[in-house]
């Protein structure tokens, strides 16, 4: 890795990170809805093992905050192509790979700020995160965000001269996903189709992970396999996004 290009993605990152610490309210608009579904969802949901409902669920609507965030934000790209904002950054002497990569980084921020929150907001409620756990989980989760930004930006240059093809695809990939992972319900008790499908899913391994962690489960096969579906996601986001960007991408 060449020292240019990491002095390119840390202009970038520096250049995406300054409208998110100028307007931190923005951080917070966004979970409005993962705590509209803890809400609506967890007094539905009976205690299991001795432990309230809200341990197993909380860690699940940090992934969904995490997956809302992070699946949307090729949004922001899409304004800045109908702006003219990106074709001035290609023409700049930026490295077009750093132009993804340091996009997609910026996603850790907002991550980690809602994580945050959200735990702070639910504690009073009976949920108890472990503190190694939970650092480990914000580990994986900002890892998986990479992946995830990165596809979102993906998406909007494909979709840039039809900016509704961006939200039709987020959106209708974007709950299957979310509900075969079993954030919001269970998947035990459902038919076996369901449940194969759902280990095809790679978000299922990290909300897995994630709840694990959360319960101070750090060395267990759950956490690994959580581990690899986010570093599997991570990777194959910077290289479609790279390769989407070389490609002229705007």
């Not at 700020?113 to 702070?120: C, G, K, N, P, Y």
Request: hydrophobic share 55%; glycine share 10%; aromatic share 8%.
């Amino acid at each position: 890795m060449s020292t240019t290009f990491v002095t390119d993605t840390a202009a970038v990152l520096s250049r995406e990170l300054r409208p998110v610490l100028r307007d931190p309210f923005s951080v917070i608009f966004s979970m409005l809805q993962p705590l509209v579904f803890l809400a609506l969802f967890a007094p539905l949901l009976p205690d299991s093992g001795g432990e309230p409902a809200v341990q197993w669920f909380v860690p699940g609507i940090i992934v969904m905050s995490c997956l809302f965030g992070t699946s949307a934000t090729g949004s922001n790209l899409l304004y800045e192509i109908q702006t003219g904002a990106h074709e001035r950054m290609l023409v700049s002497p930026l490295s077009r790979s750093a132009l993804i990569v340091g996009r997609a980084f910026k996603e850790i921020v907002p991550v980690l700020a809602q994580t945050v929150l959200i735990v702070a907001a639910t504690m009073p409620f009976g949920f108890e995160p472990h503190l190694g756990g939970a650092l480990l989980a914000l580990l994986m989760l900002a890892v998986f965000s990479v992946g995830l930004g990165a596809l979102s930006y993906t998406l909007a240059l494909a979709a840039k001269n039809t900016e509704w093809m961006f939200w039709a695809v987020q959106q209708t990939v974007i709950f299957p996903v979310l509900l075969l992972a079993g954030v919001l319900l269970p998947l035990e008790n459902g038919p076996g189709w369901l449940r194969t499908v759902s280990h095809l899913n790679p978000l299922t391994y990290v909300v897995d992970a994630t709840r694990a962690l959360f319960d101070g489960e750090v060395w267990s096969g759950t956490v690994g396999g959580g581990v690899l579906a986010a570093i599997a996601v991570a990777a194959l986001g910077l290289l479609v996004g790279t390769r989407a960007v070389r490609r002229g991408g705007g």
